[in-house]
């Protein structure tokens, strides 16, 4: 298997554990959805508007911007950044936005070649070195997408198992490769 094709299996994977998450966060009360929790982003849906902003900002890094934002995500992690609340406001804003750029990142695997994932982009960071420009391989960013949403994940379903969830969505790699060869209903 080629480097591209494993990029794009990991991709294909963090879309499916997107819609996972988004199914099992709709089946919450807008008060558990909002609840607080010292962990993640701070709540289910804080945490939820953080990883679709953040491929938000990977994509727009992919495609040339190299200070991408999307407003409402960075409030009190950079000094003086006073934005203000995200724009999305509900679970359907979410999942419409997610939707669309899940094509736009599906569009863009689908272009991208194996000699690709060598070149360099750049990205002025909000995190580590924050505010500095930083040089990067394509690679390293797509494969920073998916554990970043592993991370995310990781802390949402543990959210979601403590508003109570009694079914919690199954987000392992494997269950999709037998939920697609029909070993799995």
């Known amino acids: 298997m080629k480097a591209i094709d494993v990029i794009r299996r990991l991709h ?12 099992a966060a709709d089946t919450l009360f807008e008060a558990d959805l909002r609840r607080p929790f010292p962990i ?9 508007v953080h ?6 900002i990977w994509i727009e890094t992919l495609l040339g ?3 991408p934002v999307v407003p409402g995500d960075l409030p009190g992690r950079i000094p003086g950044n006073q934005l203000g609340e995200h724009p999305i406001a509900s679970m359907e804003e979410l999942r419409t936005q997610w939707s669309q750029l899940e094509a736009r990142w599906k569009q863009y695997l689908d272009t991208l070649t194996d000699e690709g994932l060598d070149e360099t982009v750049y990205k002025v960071s909000t995190s580590s070195g924050i505010r500095k420009r ?10 920073h997408v998916c554990t970043h949403a592993q991370y995310t994940t990781a802390q949402i379903v543990n959210m979601l198992k403590q508003v109570g969830v009694q079914s919690l969505p199954d987000v392992m790699l494997i269950t999709l490769a037998r939920t697609e060869a029909g070993t799995l209903s």
């Open 51 to 56: 990883l679709y902003a953040a491929e938000y």
């Open 65 to 67: 911007d190299d200070n």
């Open 40 to 48: 993640g982003q701070g709540s289910i849906w804080q945490s939820l």
């Open 134 to 143: 930083h040089p990067t391989s394509r690679a390293d960013i797509l494969l």
């Open 12 to 23: 294909n994977h963090r879309a499916w554990v997107n819609a996972r998450l988004i199914k």
